[in-house]
């Protein structure tokens, strides 16, 4: 493995922690306060390519690879992970299973738009009764001449009224368990096809996360993924790969409070000196550092693999674990560096502590990381 970024990986970072300073920062206390979703912001990483940035560009993709990914995550996640959160989804979850496993009439039709930043998507798995448990969901698609019926309620989708286009994981064949699962586009506006409340969050508050509802939606057959019986498996790919994004944007959101508090501990005075020069904050910072520092090699160690063409399930789940402990960690401390100013909306250090949590809770719980990484050990 190679420690040198390349100058394209370097002009990456660079043009995301611009975009993050530039177009992010401003407004992010007043859109985490009142739970706006960052529409605009997310209609400029669109054009600016963010949105598909490793889709072929005969897809309209950026072409990049998954460190450059990687990259542009931990810049806007220092800034604002609900925008984050949106790329993440849009590139890991909804670009890369329609471009690996859609039809031609698929992509061009929905991979285009989608990978330009013309629209979003969203990825729909889980359920009020089927979280981790995935298995167990009910929705269910019913085959009935050359469309599905589809019915059922999926829960805490991302980009959940935003998005166009949804990518819905059902039962095709309920008695076949997990081989009896299929995956389908739908697209917003289908009769039947109606976005629920928004969630009123702990933290990636901008981030708009609905519960869908399909009655007797009628989805073509042509908008099916793969064969009938492939839902589970690509579902499960496809989180592979989402939890380096995930464990990029939980590492960017420990950076992102280290930084603040590593600037603050050299500005605040106590006893007749910066912070920065009792020995209490020094060791603080510097675990900070160390565990960056390490989360970061897991998370390009992770899209390393994935570039190489190697199996990164293990190293996604381990980044993802480990990262998003580190998020939690960090951000804690963050506070503590700042004391009381830590404690309010304006030092973004607490707004970093709430968005940390959602990283030990989505696309996988901590728990479930620890069953996938187990798994690989024993196998
Ligand atoms: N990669 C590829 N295939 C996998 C896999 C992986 N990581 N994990 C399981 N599979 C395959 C297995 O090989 C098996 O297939 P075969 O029978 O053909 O061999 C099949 O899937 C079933 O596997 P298991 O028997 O291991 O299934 P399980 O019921 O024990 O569950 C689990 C396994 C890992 C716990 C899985 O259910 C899981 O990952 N749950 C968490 C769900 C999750 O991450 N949801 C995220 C929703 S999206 C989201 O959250 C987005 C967002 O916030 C922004
Ligand atoms: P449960 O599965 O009920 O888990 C409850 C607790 O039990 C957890 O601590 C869990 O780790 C533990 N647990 C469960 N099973 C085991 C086990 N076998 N061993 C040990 N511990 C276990 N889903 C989507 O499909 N698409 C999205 O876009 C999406 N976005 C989300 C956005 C937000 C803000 C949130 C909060 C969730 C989102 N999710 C999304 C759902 C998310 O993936 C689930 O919340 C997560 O997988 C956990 O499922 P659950 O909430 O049902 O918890």
Known sequence: MNFELTEEHIAVREAAREFAQSELLPGVIERDTQAIFPKEQVQKMGELGFLGMMVDPKYNGG??????????????????????????????????????????????????????????????????????????QRTEAVLNGDHYILNGTKNWITNGSSASVYLVIAQTHPELGHKGISVFIVEKGWDGFVVGKKEDKLGIRGSDTHSLMFSDVKVPVENRIGEEGFGFTYAMETLNGGRIGIAAQALGIAAGAYELALAYSKERKAFGKAISQHQAIQFKLADMATQIEAARLLVHKAAWLKDQGEDYAHASAIAKLYASQVAMDVTVEAIQVHGGYGYVKEYHVERLMRDAKITQIYEGTSEIQKIVISRGILR
């Open 63 to 136: 072409g990049m690879d998954t460190i450059s990914y990687v990259l542009a995550m931990e810049e806007l996640s220092k800034i604002d992970a609900s925008a984050s959160v949106a790329m993440s989804v849009n590139n890991s979850l909804v670009c890369w299973g329609l471009e690996k496993y859609g039809t031609e009439e698929q992509k061009e039709k929905y991979l285009k738009p989608l990978a330009a930043g013309e629209i979003l998507g969203a990825f729909c798995l889980s359920e009020p009764e089927a979280g981790s448990d995935a298995t167990s």
